[in-house]
């Protein structure tokens, strides 16, 4: 239980800047707690949709805006900053140089772009929707979202041998079947709550998305990386939220 305890804390000690005591990490390996990244997910969509419920009065374009702001500070923009940094490598035709750009700290055109597609797919898709609703989809999504780092760390190799990519060890299949076990535990009774489709149709959207992705960064880096990851868990995000959108 301690184990298992210490885990989940440097899992959300990783992904997350939460105020929490790093000792009782025990100083374990965060990628050693996989399988606790869904969980991650709920901690953040729970703070993104308490920002969302309390804005609402206000309406809910503002409290959109203002949950989609949310899990970036609670975060530290980390998946986000993956996000610019991998579409910015896709920019030059040369691997090499590729894994180059993406190493540049500097946000350049297509990095800048994907930032603004991405925040104004997730107001696009949530503003319209009832406050409920909305914040159900905001946790599913987080889940999911953090979710799909798993198949990437069990079946796509590093691009290259340093970085935070190579420091995974590959994702056995225990681990792949606990978070998934945990995201489909947590997001399916949220989910049908707000439509039962929605509650197929999310993880279905997170999977495509996570599948698709894996084979671009192949095709494109040669394998994955730590702004891979990043861009995976926002687009896997995305398409969860546009899946389950669309049956609502």
């Known amino acids: 239980m301690r184990g298992a305890l210490g885990s ?15 000792r009782a990490a025990g100083g374990r390996d965060p990628w050693g707690g996989l399988a606790w990244f869904p969980v991650v997910g709920l901690t953040v ?27 970036p500070l609670v975060t530290g923009a980390f998946h986000e900053d993956g996000l610019a940094d991998t579409f910015d490598g896709l920019g030059p035709l040369d691997r090499g140089r590729r894994l180059e750009v993406m190493r540049d700290s500097r946000i350049g055109a297509f990095g800048t772009l994907a930032l603004v597609f991405s925040v104004a797919a997730r107001v696009a898709v949530l503003a319209p929707l009832g406050g409920g609703q909305a914040c159900a ?12 780092t798993l198949p990437l760390a069990r079946w796509v190799p590093p691009a290259r ?6 420091g995974v060890v590959r994702a056995d299949a225990r681990a792949v079947a606990l978070g998934t076990g945990a995201a489909l535990v947590i997001s399916t009774p949220v989910l049908w709550c707000v439509a039962p489709q929605a509650a197929a149709c999310a993880p279905a959207g997170a999977a495509l998305a996570a599948l698709l992705t894996g084979l671009w960064w192949r095709r494109a880096f040669g394998g994955v990386t730590g702004d891979a990851y990043g861009a995976t868990n926002q687009l896997a995000e995305i398409a969860a939220l546009a899946g389950a959108a669309a049956v609502v």
């Open 8 to 22: 989940l804390i440097a899992a959300h000690l990783f992904l997350t800047r939460l105020p929490l005591p790093s």
């Open 45 to 71: 969509g729970l703070l993104a949709a308490v920002v969302r419920w309390a804005a609402d009065p206000v309406g809910p374009l503002f409290a959109t805006v203002a949950a989609c702001a949310a899990g």
């Open 137 to 148: 989809l905001l946790v599913a999504g987080h889940v999911l979202g953090r979710w799909s």
């Open 161 to 166: 041998g340093d970085g935070l990519a190579a």
